[in-house]
């Protein structure tokens, strides 16, 4: 893969007690495949103080859709991929939309009146969501609020992990626990059957012989 262009929003700081200077930030670069001409848009977090060998570098275009949770319901998959399109050009609309996101969970489990912050602890009390889910899903709250209003600052890429984070932690709780669960029992039925009827045929056989 050949670099072909390169974005960074590094910048240097001084701590002006010590004296100490760093240079950090995001940096995107836009690679092309030497191959089929495609392009593929990386990002990563430089620090001067960081082993260049230790750098975590993501991927985040093309969107890998495969990664979508398991047993979304397709209203909620639709708008969860409706998200994940935005998040590369804007952070704050992000947040916003996974702030939605969990208004649509919200409403499918049932807790469709209050606040939202109410309607999460009432999933809570239920047994929808566990306690600790709920602290997680009201830190998801409040970085959509940031993303949502200016006076407040605004999201930069390096939330952006920690807004994905904090949504799959709720998605794969609420729905893809539950389908991995059922998959399971499924998958232990169908092996015991499957032991019961060889067992059986085994009898069977051991019948006819001796006659």
Wanted: overall charge negative; hydrophobic content about 35%.
């Amino acid at each position: 893969m050949e670099i072909g262009a390169s974005l960074s929003q590094v910048k240097e700081y001084d701590d002006e007690r010590t004296g100490v200077t760093w240079r950090a930030g995001p940096i995107h670069d836009l690679l092309i495949c030497p191959a089929c001409n495609g392009v593929t848009l990386r990002q990563y977090f430089w620090h001067d103080h960081y082993d260049p060998d230790e750098i975590d570098t993501k991927v985040v275009y093309p969107i890998d859709v495969s990664t979508t949770p398991i047993g979304l319901p397709s209203a909620i998959k639709q708008e969860y991929e409706a998200a994940l399109k935005v998040r590369i050009v804007s952070p704050n609309a992000y947040g916003v939309l996974l702030g939605r996101l969990l208004e649509l969970v919200c409403n499918d489990r049932g807790a469709e009146k209050g606040s939202l912050s109410a309607r999460l602890k009432e999933l809570s009390l239920r047994g929808e969501i566990p306690e600790r889910l709920v602290d997680v899903a009201e830190k998801l709250q409040e970085l959509r609020h940031v993303g949502a209003h200016a006076w407040q600052g605004e999201l930069s890429p390096a939330e952006v992990p920690i807004l994905d984070s904090l949504c799959r932690g709720i998605l794969e709780y609420v729905y893809s626990a539950p389908l991995l669960v059922k998959k399971a029992e499924e998958s232990l039925t169908h092996l015991r059957e499957q032991a019961r009827k060889k067992k059986k045929k085994k009898k069977d056989a051991e019948g006819g012989q001796d006659e």
